[in-house]
Structure formats: C-alpha cells, structure tokens
C-alpha cells in the first residue's frame, strides 16, 4: 500500500507541469485579447476615470508581470475570483454547472463503451467477414460525424418527428428541482429523494444527449478494441487454452478481451479530452446547463474570469482523469510494478 | 506399423493453406504410428513441416491451413471428424500439447492456481474444487513447485518454472499423448536438461506418450524411442533412435547428424548443408531433397521416392535403395 | 515520363494522349490488385475531395443562385424541383448555400493545416535534433497542449482572437501544431540514430545538409498521411467553432453556421437546413479520412501501426 501511495504521489507530481503550463497559456491568451473589457463590459459610453477605477479594483491596470503573480497567487490559494458580469464567485458558478456536465459525460462515456467493446470484439473474432468490414466502415464514418448534427438529426428523428424524448434541458417543466437538488447530480439526487417520476424524467432527458455523444466517439473504441483483440488473439496463451481445451467463446472473451482491453483503459484517459470537447458541442445543442454552456455564453459576455477559470477546471478534469486511469492500470495490470 | 497397442494413427495427412500467390503445401503424406508408452520424436530443420502437423494432431490449425487429406485416428476415433464438444474434450484430456515459449504461454493476467482450476473444471465441471485443487498441490509437488507459487502470476516466476506448470496444465487431466513442441529451445541448457529428467520421471508415472517435435537432436536422442525426419513437408525416414543414429539411411538425415559438431573430433569448421529449403507453393517435381543431396540420382529429380522399410522397423524415402520399391 | 515518348519503349508511336490515358488506366488496376481493399478507400476519398474541390472552384456551375440572395424563393420551403435543398429562413437557397460554404470550410481547414505543419514540423524537426534541455521543454509543452481537449483550446483561441476567417483560421491551426510537433520529433530521434546518419556526419555534412537530405525526405511519407487526415479533423473543429457562434461574420455562407442556424427551425420539422450542411462537413471529413488512411496503406504498411 505504500508503494501505491508513493506512485499517486510522483503522477501527480508529473502533473502539476502539465497544469502549470495550461494555465500560463491561458493567462498570456485572455491577456491579449483585442478590445477593453471593462469598457464593454459598461456597455461602451462610460467615462474615463470610471473605467480607470473599475480597472484598478480588478488589478487590469498592473504590468503583466504583476498580474501574473497575481494571478498564480490566486489559484495557490485555490481562487479563482469573481465573476465581472454577475455578482458570484467563479467557483460558485462553475460548480452549479459542473455536475450537469459530469453526468452527461458519464453517460456518453458508458454508451462509447457499451457500443465500442462489444463491436470491437466481435469484429475481431469475425475477422475479414463482411460483419468485420461493416463494424470497421461503422467505426471510421461514426468519427467524421459532426457531434453536433449527429444531435441536431437525433432531434429531429426521436424528438420532432417520433416524439419520444425531450430534446432540451435536464428535466421537464413540470419537474420541481428543488425539490431533490441536494449534489447537483440529479440521477443521485432524485433516487435519494425516492422521487422516481423525476428520476425517470432525468433519465429521460439523459438517452439523446449522452447516445449522441457517445455514439460519435464508439466508433474510437471500435477500432481500439479491435485491434488489441485481433493482437491478443494472436498471442501464444491463445493457443495454449484452445489446446487445453477451453471453450473457443471463454477463450475469447475471458482470456482475450481481458487483455485486450488494457490497452483501451488507458486510451481512455486520452479520449476523455475527446469527450469533453463534445459535451461543449452537445451541452450547446441539447440546451443543457453544464459547464460548456456556461463557457460559451461567458465568452459572449465577455467574463473573462469565468472563462479563465472554466478553462483551468477543464485542465484539472483532464490530468485527473488522466491520474486515475494511470492508476486503473496498474490495479489491472498484475505485470505494473509499483 | 501398426500394433496391439498402437493408440496414434496417422495416415496420409496433407495440409495447405492458401496464400495470396498460391497454395502452400505445408504438410504431404504424411502417415507414422505411435504406440502405447512410446516417444517419437519429429526432428527437422524450421519450416519442413512439423509444428504444422503437431498443431493438426488437435485440430487446432489456424485457418486459412487445414488439412485437405489422410485421417488421425486416436484410439479408433478420427480426429477431424469429431464435432466441436467432443474435440474439447479430446484436448487437454486424451492428447495434450506444450509449446515453445513458456512465458507467452500463460495468460498474465490469470494466477497459477486459475489456470489449472480452469482446465480442470472444464472438462470435469462435477468436480469440487476442494478435490480440483488437491489434485494440483499433487501435480506441482510433482514438478518441483513450492505451493505457494499458485498464487502468483507468470511473470513472477522463472522460466524453468514456467515451463514445468505448462507441463503441469498439460498434464494435470491425465492424457494418453503429450505432443512438445520444441519445448526446450527457450531454455538455456541447464534447465533443458532438468526438463527431459522431468519428462522421463513423468512418463513413467502417468504412463505417457511423447511426440517430441524439435529441431534439437540431442533432445531426441535423449527422450525418443522412434524418431522421424521430416524434411519440406514429408517424411523422409522413420525408425528406432537406435538405427537413426547408428545407420541413418536418407542423405538429409545422415547430412543432419553430421552437423551436429562432436567434441571428440577435432574439427576444423563446422559443417552445415549448403542450399536451403524449396518453396512450398511449387515444390520439385521429384524428391523434395534433390536440389541439395549430396547424392542425387536422375531419378530423384524425377518421381518422389516412396517411404518404404529398407531395414526391419526402418523406412526410408529414397531412390538410394531400389530393392523393394517398385519403379 | 520522358520514356513514353521514346520511340523504342512505344514501338515507334509517339506519345498521345490515349497511350497516356491508356497507361494511367493500367497503373490504376495493378495498384489495385497490389493493395486491394485499401485503395478503394484511397480512390474514394480522393474522388469525394475532387468533387468538392470542383465545387469550390466553380460553384457557378453548380447552382445559379447565389447563397447571399434573400430573395431565391419562398420562405423556409423544403425542397423541390426549383430547391433542390429547399430555402431558409432568409428565402436563400440552401443548396447554394452548400456549394459556397465549400470554399469557407475548405479554404479554413486547409490553411490551418498548413499553417499547423510550417510551424510543428520545424519545431519537431530542430526539437529532436537539438535534444537537451531545448528539447526537454519544448517536448512538456507540447505534450501538455496536445493532452488537452483541442476543440476547447480552438474555442479559447477564437474568442480572444474574434471573427475573422484568419482569426478562425489561427484558432484551428493552433490545436494540430503539436501533432506535428511530436510526430516529426519521433521520426527525427529515431533517424538520427541511423547508421547513414552517422556516415554522413562523418564526412562532415553540415546540420542543416543532414536534416535536409537525410532526416527530411523520409518523414514524408508519414506527414503526407497525418496532413490529410489533420484536414479532416480541421473541417470538424471550424464546422464546430462557427456552429457555436465563434467563427465567422455573419455574411459568409459557413456549413457550421447554417446548423446554428437551422437549429432554430427544427422543433417546426424544418429539416432541409440543417441535414445538407451536416451532411457535407460528415463527407467532406470523410473523404479526407479516407485519403489519409488508404495513402498510409499504400505509402508503407507499417507507417500507421496503431
């Protein structure tokens, strides 16, 4: 256990560059942007000196430099200020949005899985048949597809047309949330609540957004799947439990995908980026009120501390992920040494 | 030549695969017995053929090769015609094999003690596991293992290690036939040589057969009571290890043995047979050896000699003896 | 191609433009048999990039209106004989809408590749050649900026940089930098460990003579592979920065933009606007894609081993 806890301990120390680096990027990004904040933000006829002012409380008027210090001070002391457009702290209003995203994200991630690994493996078991050709054209068309019109069309198809699910937001109207809001994860909240119209009236609101989401990036696990598959199949214990007689399904799939998909585990901390990246796009299609809305319409008021620290929460989400699937594989893995 | 108590038939075996250029003929022919209790070794250089034919003994070929003639018969029963549950229960039970690389053997992700439980279960899943797993402690006291190496996982044991649960796992549903595949050449000499005294101690407890495919001819001089060369798919001679070694009949196997440098003579290089194996998708027409046989005749270049017995219990494949072969 | 007018190569004829033709056709089909299905994939993809290509370059012989005409027909009409793709909701004709945003989506994503590949495959190039502690660096940075989510960097790029088609256009490039980066910095340390390498350093070629004409030419093949398949995912990200509104001014007919657009409509079942430009920026990509995967088959079997 010791040796475990000494591994979380140097990823994380490999981490924080990686963060550290992030962060300068985007301080040196929302620092050049063109245009004076303060003065759109006053709606663009204020005076002068009431710009000078408001830029001396938000510390705008110090050099970079101090304004970097400034700004790494901040973040140590786990800061991230305050909004410039709404009378709340950027912490506050990231974390009413974040566990909408989290949840979306969770899903879309099972759907991937649920779809990839299974086609994956079929593929490579059927290897050179039609099946497998049309698994592999699924899995390269599925990735060009444009995550928000993959939205827009299961809108269309499951929303406008058949009618069977919602097409926006996270509960219906008639849903009171405050009635069960407690984490802000609402599949948790509700069943605490024992409410369980509501958690199926979350759940419902759930299936387009996360099978969009999901279905677009499957076709990425597909092809990891089959690939490490077809790699595994050809390995020398393959053959040693066929020989031993083994059943041929058991042996695929107890002794092969096993191995498989240790591979896929930790390409999953890769694709998570993938996944964030579209929850923004989906977030914007199925009007869903998680972090990548809050990100687009602070970039259209112009909030650059939201923004900023929007920014800095998704780098943080990506070396976190990152950190635990790192540790996932080890868990799996009996050959990782730590 | 067929006995009493001959339990491994085969005959005329033939195995292909196709290629994008052509048909590979791997295998061709091929026909040998194996009795009760007996070691045959397979010898011959790589690619003539015998790993081929070993993985065909289970049926376990991996397609596009299959076998497109001659038959297998274990204890009256033709192996290529067993359907799918009975092929099961053929492996692992009546006829086992090992192979060469140990390590790559094992799964590893599964424990020592899953993959003997796993083995067992599936072919006796009445079996309780308290009996399945005394049944291994016996098998490993057996082999030399500590019991506490059940827990662990491949990669944290040695390669003779290895090699004897490989053994183990073959073994441990007590088969008639165990067919190594060049079980050594991934072992350094010392723990080779600690194998063949397992595999002797073993074959006279589980009253074993061995077919022993190698290229190593000091393994098969060790363990073999028959031997039979194999040279680009076929067979070339077959008999006692005695008469292979003493009065080798073909050229290829005489060239073979020559090549084995002997420490006892003062040598000055060593010898190796010049050429190098035909191609598989056209063959020669003749004698597959001609092209490199220090003694070739017109003939062999013309029609493939028959292996036929030029000495009691000892068949040969070559137009070296006339006698009895029928032109 | 000298040796076709050789007299003695074509039995006296002179080259024509039919043993031309003739001779490219033979090509094609022993190609193909050598690499079967892969080339399909690289004949189609190639084949759906002309097509657009054609498009952009003469979209007046694909549609007669023009995609700024608020007076094409009808409002929001689906589509019919005189609209193939129906009007929007400014009466413009959606189907030249579609062939005019070809020239944007295009013209975006192939400049940001570009763009991309001048400055990582440099980088790379002097990253991995230099070493120490330069390398060092340069290598966290990347790995840093290339670990995260790209389209959010993309969006971060955009709102500081504004509407633009260059801004746009930066703001894509910005995200592929370090894919070049790494991916020419890999080949560079391997070659450099080359025997030929070596020999030539011996013989006193400069730095500059061993990058040039050692390490550069066999990088090729593998950057022509990640350029195509970079266009695709470029199409992706600017379809993407001006759907959520980031990209371009609203003037410019922009397939992303029309979805944002036409996403207002649709709870009316208005479903013209929004399935062409979709289906365009999926085929476009696609197309790329297709390029990109069959060229690294062709190219070198083992370029691509993942």
Known sequence: MRHLLSYIITRLALAIPMIFIMMTIIFVVLRIMPGDPVSAMLGGHAPQNRIDEIKEQLGLNKSLAAQYVDYLGQLARLDLGDSMVFKQSVGQAILEKLPATIELTFFALLVSLGIGIPFGAYAAQRRRSGRDYGVRLYANVVYCVPVFWMGLMLQLLFGVWLNWFPIAGRTGARVDISSFSHTGFYVIDTLRAGDFAAFGDVLYHLVLPAVTLGVVLSGIFVRLTRANMLDVLKSDYILAARARGIPERRVVYSHGLRNALIPVVTMMGLQFSLLLAGAILTESTFSWPGMGRLLLERIYLRDYPVIQGVIIVYTLIVSVVSLLVDLLYAVIDPRVKY | ?327 | MASSSSPRKTGGARFSPASGIASVLRWFSSAQKKYGGEWWILTAGALIIALVVVMTVFPRAFTRYSPEDQNAGAQLSPPSEAHVMGTDNLNRDVWARVVYGSQTILGVALAAAIVSALIGIPLGLLSGFAGGVFDRILSLVMDSVYSFPGLILAIAFAAMLGPGVINITLAVAVVYIPTYFRLVRGQTLSIKEEVYVEAARAIGAQRGTILSRYVFPNIIATVVVIFSLNIADAIMTEAALSYIGLGLPAGIADWGMDLSMGKKFLPSGVWWMITFPGLMIMLLALGFTMLGEGLAEVLNPRLLER
């Open chain 2, 1 to 327: 030549m067929q006995t009493d108590d001959t339990i491994l038939t085969v005959n005329d075996l033939t195995i292909q695969y196709p290629i994008s250029i052509g048909v590979v003929k791997a295998v061709e022919g091929v026909s040998f017995t194996l009795a009760d209790g007996e070691a045959l070794g397979v010898v011959g250089e790589s690619g003539c053929g015998k790993s081929t034919m070993g993985l065909s003994l289970l049926s376990l070929l991996r397609p596009p090769g299959r076998v497109t003639g001659g038959s297998i018969m274990y204890r009256g029963t033709d192996v290529l015609s067993l359907d799918q549950r009975d092929l099961l229960a053929l492996r692992g039970r009546s006829i086992s094999m090992i192979f060469q690389n140990p390590l790559t053997s094992l799964n590893p992700l599964f424990t020592i003690e899953r993959h003997f439980l796993e083995t067992i279960h599936f072919h006796d899943a009445s079996m309780p596991r308290k009996e399945a797993l005394a049944a291994v402690e016996k098998m490993l006291a057996t082999l030399g293992i500590e019991r506490k190496r059940l827990h662990e996982y491949p990669h944290q044991l040695s390669g003779g290690m290895r090699q004897r649960i490989m053994i183990g796992l073959a073994l441990i549903m007590n088969p008639d036939i165990l067919i190594a595949d060049e079980p050594t050449t991934s072992l350094d000499v010392i723990v080779e040589a600690g194998f063949t005294e397992l595999l002797a101690t073993l074959r006279r407890v589980y009253k074993l057969s061995i077919i022993l495919i190698t290229h190593n001819l000091g393994l098969v001089a060790e363990i073999a009571d028959r031997i039979a060369v194999m040279y680009a798919g076929k067979i070339m001679e077959i008999g006692s290890a005695a008469d292979i070694f003493a009065r080798p009949l073909h050229p290829y196997t005489q060239g073979l043995i020559n090549c084995v440098p002997n420490i006892r003579l003062e040598q000055k290089d060593l010898v190796t047979m010049p050429g190098s194996p035909p191609d598989l998708v056209s063959p020669p027409q003749g004698c597959r050896f001609a092209p490199r046989c220090p003694r070739v005749m017109d003939i062999c270049r013309q029609k493939p000699p028959r292996l036929l017995p030029h000495a009691p219990a000892h068949n040969a494949a070559c137009w070296l003896y006339p006698e009895r072969n029928g032109t």
